[in-house]
T-cell receptor, first 111, second 112 residues
Framework: QQPVQSPQAVILREGEDAVINCSSS?????VHWYRQKHGEAPVFLMI?????EQKGHEKISASFNEKKQQSSLYLTASQLSYSGTYFC????????????FGQGTTLQVKP | DSGVTQTPKHLITATGQRVTLRCSPR?????VYWYQQSLDQGLQFLIH???????AKGNILERFSAQQFPDLHSELNLSSLELGDSALYFC???????????FGNGTRLTVT
C-alpha cells in the first residue's frame, strides 16, 4: 500500500535537473509531494488530482499518470535550496482519507 | 510558519509511562493527521480525523489513541511506552481532501 519512490538518493550539481518517481500498486485519487529539510517539518510542494488538476508552486512541475498509478516530480535548474528529502503521498481512489507516504528520496545539491 | 501548533516540542519520559501530544490545526482546517517519523525514516501514517470524527486509521498500535475535540484541536495519547516509540510525531492539518497538508514542527519523544 505504501507508494514506492525512486531513486532513493540523488546527488546533483547546481543547475542540473532531476526526476523523482512515485509508483503505487493501487488506483489513486491524488498524489501529494512534500520536501523535508533535516530537522524541519515537511513542506507542501504539489498536489496532482485524478482528472488532471494540479495545485502547487509555479516553479515545481510534476506529472500524474492515472492509468499507471505513477507520478513524477521534475526539478529543473536545481539550486542549493532544493536539497532535502522528497516524499510523495498517495490517496487511494476511494479517497478514504488515508494519505500514505513513500519512503522518501534524498536530494543533495552541491555547488 | 504553517499555522499548526504542536506541544510540547520535546518530551523525555521513561518506559511504561503515558504521554499526551497536542495539536492545534490552522484556523479553518477541519482535518487533522498524525504521523510518526523514526530517526531518518519516512512518515508513518497513524490516524486522520475530520471535524471530530475518525476518518482513517493506519497501523496505529493499540497502546496509542487519539481524538479530535469540538474546537478541532487534537490529542495523541501514547501509553505503556517502549524504547521503540521514540520518534518525531507530526501533526498536519488541511481543509479538505484536495488541500495540502500543513505540518506542525513536531513533538520529539524520547523514551529512556
Amino acid at each position: 500500500q505504501q507508494p514506492v519512490q525512486s531513486p532513493q538518493a540523488v546527488i546533483l550539481r547546481e543547475g542540473e535537473d532531476a526526476v523523482i518517481n512515485c509508483s503505487s500498486s493501487k488506483a489513486l485519487y491524488s498524489v501529494h509531494w512534500y520536501r523535508q529539510k533535516h530537522g524541519e517539518a515537511p513542506v507542501f510542494l504539489m498536489i496532482l488530482l485524478k482528472g488532471g488538476e494540479q495545485k502547487g508552486h509555479e516553479k515545481i512541475s510534476a506529472s500524474f499518470n492515472e492509468k499507471k498509478q505513477q507520478s513524477s516530480l521534475y526539478l529543473t535548474a536545481s539550486q542549493l535550496s532544493y536539497s532535502g528529502t522528497y516524499f510523495c503521498g498517495t490517496l487511494g481512489s476511494s479517497n478514504t482519507g488515508k494519505l500514505i507516504f513513500g519512503q522518501g528520496t534524498t536530494l543533495q545539491v552541491k555547488p | 510558519d504553517s499555522g499548526v501548533t504542536q506541544t510540547p516540542k520535546h518530551l523525555i519520559t521513561a518506559t511504561g509511562q503515558r504521554v499526551t501530544l497536542r495539536c492545534s490545526p490552522r484556523s479553518g482546517d477541519l482535518s487533522v493527521y498524525w504521523y510518526q517519523q523514526s530517526l531518518d525514516q519516512g512518515l508513518q501514517f497513524l490516524i486522520h480525523y475530520y471535524n471530530g470524527e475518525e476518518r482513517a486509521k493506519g497501523n496505529i498500535l493499540e497502546r496509542f489513541s487519539a481524538q479530535q475535540f469540538p474546537d478541532l484541536h487534537s490529542e495523541l495519547n501514547l501509553s505503556s511506552l517502549e524504547l521503540g516509540d521514540s520518534a518525531l510525531y507530526f501533526c498536519a492539518s488541511s481543509g479538505y481532501s484536495d488541500s495540502p497538508l500543513h505540518f506542525g514542527n513536531g513533538t520529539r519523544l524520547t523514551v529512556t
